[in-house]
């Protein structure tokens, strides 16, 4: 059983506590907040909170630290974590820009350590079956990958939260809930060579955009489309289109609370089949296999390498929707 303390207790960090009370992996035991109001909210959850992230390090009794902070900061506390000898699960995007990706995955893997990532989507069952049906070419070569990951959920944040500021969450839409489908268009398509995206606001509140488009580009012209929406009710969708067939996967629910998912698949010359997954805990699978990876076992299925392409494809993408051009990763 892994301990750990979780590093940011708002919305997000709360969720993890509660997804990880019946892991058999990995527990959370402490909390860290700088916000006397955030912990007083957390003070029912079940676990110690301070308000350092240096006396988690210092603890003994912690094994791993899940970041649940400023995407900001992710690369020194990260680093801090290595040297303390704490594993790290942190929240995506992993770092804004590769340079920061780079030095703090060589501290974890200098340190000898186990690096996981908050990409839950990976282990939604039907994302897995799309991915093991492609793999055996049951539709062909893989050509297009369409995807839509939106919600209305920071709608009701105070305008001083941290998710709002073009600062510390530049593209809003991008670091809420697009990096999950960059992630996925990576783990299916490999390393991405360009972006264009937009970025447009509809509703002032959400400063730092609240609708954005990306277009990522692969080697042997292959593409992602991407959007995502801070200001529409929950639409989750995944599609994958290759040379003989497509499959499209639908959410009924956002992942935090998951209801399960609706999959159509054809292939050519067959007529269109659909299926229901029920719901799953893929938030708690994640976080199990970040634990089981550092308590050494099976390797974390999330790679370093599709970690830093992650990163160093947000920092191009914040690029493009600054400069409306297609930009280089």
Not at 233 to 258: K, Q
Not at 297 to 308: D, I, N, Q, R, W
Request: glycine share 10%; with cysteine; proline share 5%.
């Amino acid at each position: 059983m892994i301990r750990a303390a979780v590093v940011g207790l708002g919305w997000w960090g709360r969720t993890l506590v509660r997804e990880t009370a019946g892991s058999d992996a990995i527990r959370i035991v402490l909390g860290v907040e700088p916000a006397e109001a955030a912990r007083l909210a957390a003070a029912g959850d079940g676990i110690e909170v301070v308000s350092r992230f240096e006396d988690a390090l210092a603890r003994d009794d912690i094994d791993a630290v899940v970041l649940c902070s400023p995407h900001r900061f992710h690369a020194d506390q990260i680093e801090a974590a290595a040297r303390a000898g704490k594993h790290v699960f942190c929240e995506k995007p992993l770092c804004p820009t590769g340079a920061e990706a780079a030095r703090a995955l060589a501290a974890v893997r200098d340190a000898g350590l186990t690096i996981g990532i908050g990409h839950e989507r990976r282990f939604e069952p039907a994302v897995l079956d799309l991915r093991r049906r492609f793999a055996a070419g049951e539709f062909g070569d893989a050509v297009l990958m369409e995807g839509n990951f939106s919600q209305d959920k920071f709608l009701a944040l105070p305008a001083d939260n941290w998710r709002l500021s073009p600062d510390l969450a530049p593209v809003g839409p991008l670091s809420a809930t697009g990096i999950h489908l960059v992630d996925l268009a990576i783990a299916l398509f490999g390393a991405p060579t360009d972006v264009l995206a937009r970025l447009s606001v509809h509703t002032p509140h959400l400063r730092n955009g609240d609708a954005l488009t990306i277009s990522l580009g692969f080697a042997g012209g292959r593409t992602a489309q991407i959007s995502a929406i801070l200001t529409t009710p929950f639409v989750g969708r995944l599609a994958l289109y290759g040379t003989a067939g497509w499959i499209e996967i639908r959410d009924r629910t956002h992942p935090e609370n998951p209801t399960g998912w609706d999959v159509v698949s054809a292939r050519r010359g067959e007529t269109a089949t659909t299926a229901f997954w029920p719901p799953h805990r893929a938030v708690r699978d994640n976080l199990d296999a970040f634990a089981r990876a550092a308590s050494g076992g099976s390797a974390y299925p999330v790679s370093p390498e599709e970690m830093l392409l992650n990163a160093r494809t947000f920092e191009a993408i914040v690029r493009s929707a600054r400069s409306g051009r297609i930009e280089t990763i």
